[in-house]
């Protein structure tokens, strides 16, 4: 019965390589995020959807690109890994935006080699 | 730009003895809330407390209160009769009113709790 899911939970791999992680909510909200806290924990937005549509876009790569299939699902791909890529990513979710809570997945740990 | 500062990198605490955690924020809006995230060794991050900014009262969520000083653009957090389970890292978090906003977070501080 977990609220907001990430797959994997450990990721690592080479530089260069082109990896996706999962996030799934079972919540029935409509607005997800995706976050990235790096080495000194510093955690930072990085996109936001509602109801599939991009609606926070903050200055990161276009390596990186969000995906959502469906209002349940926000899935990360990351092309052409980098060493500073490496760092852990949050999912998570909020019933609709302007609902104050988040509730954050576990976090999926990547590490660059 | 919002900014949120947690000047202490580490605090430390007896189990049962009370310990205050500081933020201070910059902001231009009336508008706005104040989180303080939980994140014990899981990783996982868990809501402690929120403060809606137009309320001048100090949120309170059981062992846990904020001291919210608007003019001051202070946030801190007390935690009483601290337990072993209180260790983790908190992030203070600053978020515009209003639909589609960001949380914008502190950069942590990590407490210990002393047996």
């Known amino acids: 019965d977990t609220a907001v899911s990430q797959t994997p939970k450990y990721l690592v791999t080479q530089m260069g390589n082109d990896k996706s992680i999962k996030c799934e909510q079972n919540?029935?909200?409509?607005?997800m995020y995706w976050y990235k806290q790096d080495s000194k924990k510093f955690l930072k937005i990085m996109f936001s959807?509602?109801?599939?549509?991009?609606?926070i876009n903050e200055t990161v790569p276009n390596r990186f690109s969000p995906k959502s299939p469906d209002k349940a699902h926000l899935n990360l791909h990351i092309n052409s890994l980098e060493l500073g890529d490496s760092a852990v990513y949050f999912c998570?979710?909020?019933?609709?935006?302007?609902?104050?809570?988040?509730?954050f997945g576990p976090g999926t740990r990547l590490t660059v080699l | 730009a919002q900014t949120v500062t947690q000047s202490q990198p580490e605090m430390s605490v007896q189990e049962a003895e009370t310990v205050t955690l500081s933020c201070t924020y910059d902001?231009?809006?009336?508008?706005?809330?104040l989180f303080w995230y939980k994140q014990p060794p899981s990783r996982q991050m868990i809501l402690v407390i929120r403060?809606?900014?137009?309320?001048?009262q100090n949120a309170t969520e059981n062992r846990f209160s904020v001291n919210f000083q608007k003019a001051a653009k202070s946030f801190s957090l007390k935690i009483s009769d601290s337990q072993l389970g209180d260790a983790a890292m908190y992030f203070c978090?600053?978020?515009?009113?209003?639909?589609?906003?960001?949380?914008?977070f502190g950069k942590g501080m990590k407490l210990t709790v002393n047996p």
């Open positions: 998570a979710s909020s019933r609709d935006t302007l609902r104050l809570e988040q509730f």
């Open positions: 919540l029935g909200h409509d607005t």
């Open positions: 959807y509602n109801n599939k549509e991009l609606i």
């Open positions: 902001t231009s809006e009336s508008d706005y809330y």
């Open positions: 403060q809606e900014a137009y309320k001048q």
């Open positions: 978090a600053y978020r515009r009113g209003g639909g589609s906003e960001k949380l914008v």
